[in-house]
């Protein structure tokens, strides 16, 4: 009779390869994992290490500092970084964003909107379809909206607008969800081209050279500078202020602000939450 | 403390779902079809009603439009918690008067979500 192997928990990582891959995300993204959310890593790696057949975090780290595999790190950085997203997250910011753009846009200028660190599309998606829904209503033109994301995997399935039952449940009044979006026989839920499209997604680094990009009315950026060091946000805040137009507008997350963080803005006295450059400001807070 | 009728002909579905409720803060009641519903929000209107389409005796849309032609008619929100999820269903029950639809199987968030947007939550 043959013995039935009994299913054994991974060795823990040692320190060494936690280090290797929480400085390979850092010096990718900006984004620092704290200690206390570490256990995170061997869960989101789980994936690239069944597809390789390995079995500890270690031999992983092993594969990823030999460099056979070129797209490894980026795959990594991929997995690593947090996705967390849902439609009409803090729902009441998106109404304030569709005023505060309708305020900012001139007599036939089209606004721009950037949500930066968009993930897999839901906050453009949610934004898309309320200032349809101002165009059906009030016959106003179209936004500009471009989501960025550092991960190349998640803009690649923002680009498809294909979203599963438990996304589509999240946030969405089921009464948008069948306006926007068809069902298929999977089970998944798709944005409809006519909203798909009037979403940008590209994929960019916050931290890298140069935003190439454009300027902006309104710049989303919620629940991203949270995971970045002091100093990173600082250079955020101090790129931010230099792509935002006259008169726009940072919306951050519901935890995060500017209070302390830098000078270059300051909260909005226009709009409650929201923040504005100061002008005449330069000098970041360490 | 807001109220909620769970109306479901699944014991387990009903205990699962009175569960995640009485964490939001809701005090629960439950029936296991529509007749029984109907009955329990004639005698003590809800806040909010989470409702199965198929169950013996009254269904679920069968409730919802006799709920809706009654003296209470617009009083207590409706999410219908259901496994019909094809696009026909959720258009039939929100021309019946459902305020939201929530695609079985659900989890905590997923139903707080729901009751937020009706807002309950």
């Given at each position: ?40 890593i ?20 092993h ?11 980026d795959q ?7 996705n ?7 729902s009441?910011?998106f109404d ?8 900012l846009e ?5 606004a ?19 200032f349809?829904?101002?165009?059906d209503?009030t ?10 994301d550092v ?12 979203y ?11 009464r948008?969800?069948?306006?926007w ?5 999977s ?17 960019l ?26 100093e ?20 951050l ?10 000078d270059r ?7 409650r ?14 | ?16 779902a ?6 939001l ?12 519903a ?6 003590t ?12 005796v009254?269904?679920?849309m ?8 009654s ?7 409706v ?7 094809g ?12 305020d939201?639809?929530?695609m079985?199987?659900?989890d ?14």
């Amino acid at each position: 009779m043959a013995s039935q192997a009994t299913p054994q928990a991974s060795p823990p990582a040692s320190p060494q390869a936690i280090a290797v891959l929480t400085r390979l995300l850092e010096a990718r993204t900006g984004q620092q994992l704290a200690s206390a959310r570490a256990w995170r890593i061997d869960t989101a790696l789980r994936p690239l290490m069944r597809l390789r057949a390995l079995e500890t975090l270690d031999q992983l780290v092993h594969l990823l500092l030999g460099g056979q595999e070129a797209a490894l790190s980026d795959q990594i950085v991929d997995a690593l970084v947090n996705n967390e997203t849902s439609f009409f997250r803090e729902s009441p910011v998106f109404d304030s964003v569709v005023e505060a753009t309708t305020a900012l846009e001139g007599e036939g200028r089209r606004a721009r909107v950037w949500c930066a660190g968009c993930s897999t599309g839901q906050e453009p998606l949610s934004l898309a379809m309320l200032f349809a829904e101002r165009r059906d209503k009030t016959g106003r033109g179209m936004p500009e909206i471009l989501g960025t994301d550092v991960s190349e995997g998640v803009i690649h399935r923002a680009r498809q607008g294909r979203y599963s039952q438990f996304e589509i449940q999240r946030g969405l009044p089921i009464r948008r969800a069948v306006t926007w979006f068809d069902g298929d026989a999977s089970g998944e839920w798709i944005a409809k081209p006519e909203l798909l499209r009037h979403v940008a997604y590209r994929p960019l680094n916050l931290m890298g050279e140069g935003w190439p990009i454009g300027r902006f009315d309104v710049i989303l950026c919620r629940n991203v500078l949270l995971y970045l060091s002091a100093e990173a946000k600082a250079l955020m805040f101090t790129r931010f202020a230099e792509v935002l137009r006259p008169g726009g507008l940072l919306v951050l997350g519901a935890g995060e602000t500017v209070i302390g963080q830098t000078d270059r803005f300051q909260p909005s006295a226009r709009v409650r939450g929201f923040y504005e450059p100061v002008v005449g400001g330069g000098r970041a807070v360490a | 403390m807001k109220t909620c009728l769970v109306v479901d002909d699944s014991k387990v579905i009903r205990k699962v779902a009175r569960h995640i409720l009485e964490t939001l803060n809701f005090a629960v009641s439950e029936a296991a079809d529509g007749r029984e519903a109907l009955d329990h929000c004639m005698a003590t209107p809800p806040d909010v009603i989470l409702l199965d389409w198929n169950m013996p005796v009254m269904s679920g849309m069968e409730f919802l439009r006799a709920l809706r032609e009654s003296s209470i008619a617009d009083k207590p929100k409706v999410v219908f918690c259901t496994t019909e999820n094809g696009m026909a269903h959720i258009r039939a029950a929100i021309e019946a008067g459902a305020d939201e639809y929530v695609m079985k199987p659900f989890d905590r968030d997923t139903l707080e979500s729901k009751l937020q947007i009706v807002g309950m939550a």
